[in-house]
């Protein structure tokens, strides 16, 4: 069991027990560990398009010996006018779990606050804590101790990196970022990286935050619902591409959450290359989010 209710985001955990769900996840996808969770349902609210996240936990539940619904805004009365904190009220007396994928961050505390059951974060604008913890999986089992990794974010200051500038805090992972100066992370993440004893080194220079990474990790430059953005974007994020140029002389292995745009944040050769961690990573999504339902869910 876990102290928390609700994982909202990667910090609602301890260091400890981030190391034990990690722990649990490596056991389960080792086949170690074959806990199983009969008979428990987890309600999948999605208002954006989702591939890893959805099948990975619709495969995970059927794994553990339970069952995932997926609902759609559309599908039900959420999308027709029904209030969320009603929604909350009535999947949290169906459903031993809910997990949202929703833009409004608010709207997620919003269901955790009316959900009798434990609401788990699938993408939030702001955060993706299982993405983390998928991140966290990948970079202890082929990039090294956390205590000994050099990682870089370049790119967004967006929902996947400020979840990871918070679980590389965590697990004491010396992490410098590059964002261009209008799209760096929020103060408020780094005051809590801060708290939890290690904010990340900050600079606009890509070349800077590659220089001696042991990992170089990358999303998106057009989040969901970013679409109008587009133009702007893409200037703002001229020189953040990671490709051959910019990685050059560095033997640091590539993460990316996907989806891709390749010619965009990243190359396909870079995505593609021997250095990429990125199919494994999308692969521990299942195992590390597991490790999560069952770290949170058993008696
Ligand atoms: N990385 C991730 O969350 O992917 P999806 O959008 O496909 O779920
Ligand atoms: N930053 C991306 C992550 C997708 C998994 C987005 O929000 O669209």
Known sequence: MLETTHFIDIDDISESELDRVLSRAAAIKAGDDETRLPRTTMAMLFEKPSTRTRVSFETGMTQLGGHALFLGPEDIQLGHGEPLCDTARVLGRYGDVIMARLFD???????????????????????????????????????????????????????????????????????????????????????????????????????????????????????????????????????????????????AQVMHCLPAHRGEEITGDVLEGEQSLVWVQAENRLHAQKGLIVELLEE
């Open 105 to 251: 961050h608010e709207d997620l505390l919003e269901i955790a606050e009316y959900s009798t059951a434990p609401v788990i974060n699938g993408l939030t604008d702001d955060a993706h804590p299982c993405q983390t913890l998928a991140d966290l999986l990948t970079i202890r089992e082929h990039v090294g101790s956390f205590e000994e990794v050099q990682a870089a974010w370049v790119g967004d200051g967006n929902n996947v990196g400020q979840s990871f500038v918070l679980g590389c805090a965590m697990a004491g992972i010396d992490l410098t970022v590059a964002t261009p100066p209008e799209y760096a992370m929020d103060d408020e993440v780094m005051e809590r990286a801060a708290d939890l004893g290690q904010a990340p080194t900050v600079t606009t220079d890509p070349e800077e935050a590659i220089d001696g990474a042991d990992v170089v990790y990358t999303d998106v430059w057009i989040s969901m619902g970013q679409e109008d953005q587009r133009n702007e974007k893409l200037e703002a994020f001229d020189g953040f591409q990671l490709n051959e140029d910019l990685l050059d002389g560095s033997d």
